[in-house]
Nanobody, 116 residues
């Protein structure tokens, strides 16, 4: 049983920045990796970035060079620093955590809106 609490979403102008955060709490066995996905109405939910306990990261091509994922293992917390935001980044962003037993958990999602 894991609860994910997200924060940091909001409305920004194109070219601006936001930082999302997600903290996992509850009966955690051990987190293997955490990540961010996003979804726009009518589209498939897509990977934005992931980070493993060891610090390995992966990014979608569309956000490379603009977004940075980081984490604090002791706090079971992951961050997504989003710079140079574009209108096409507008989406609901979801936090995911996967433990060593292969069990995954999702946050409720936070809306990021980038105006042009």
């Amino acid at each position: 049983q894991v609860q994910l609490v997200e924060s940091g979403g909001g409305l920004v102008q194109a070219g601006g920045s936001l930082r999302l955060s997600c903290a996992a709490s509850g009966s955690i066995v051990s987190i293997k990796y955490m990540g961010w996905y996003r979804q726009t109405p009518g589209k498939q939910r897509e990977l934005v970035a992931t980070i493993s306990r060891g610090g390995s990261t992966k990014y979608a091509d569309s956000v490379k060079g603009r977004f940075t994922i980081s984490g604090e293992n002791a706090k079971n917390t992951v961050y997504l620093q989003m710079n140079s935001l574009k209108p096409e980044d507008t989406a609901v962003y979801y936090c995911e955590a996967v433990n060593l037993r292969g069990e995954d958990y999702w946050g409720e999602g936070t809306l990021v809106t980038v105006s042009s």
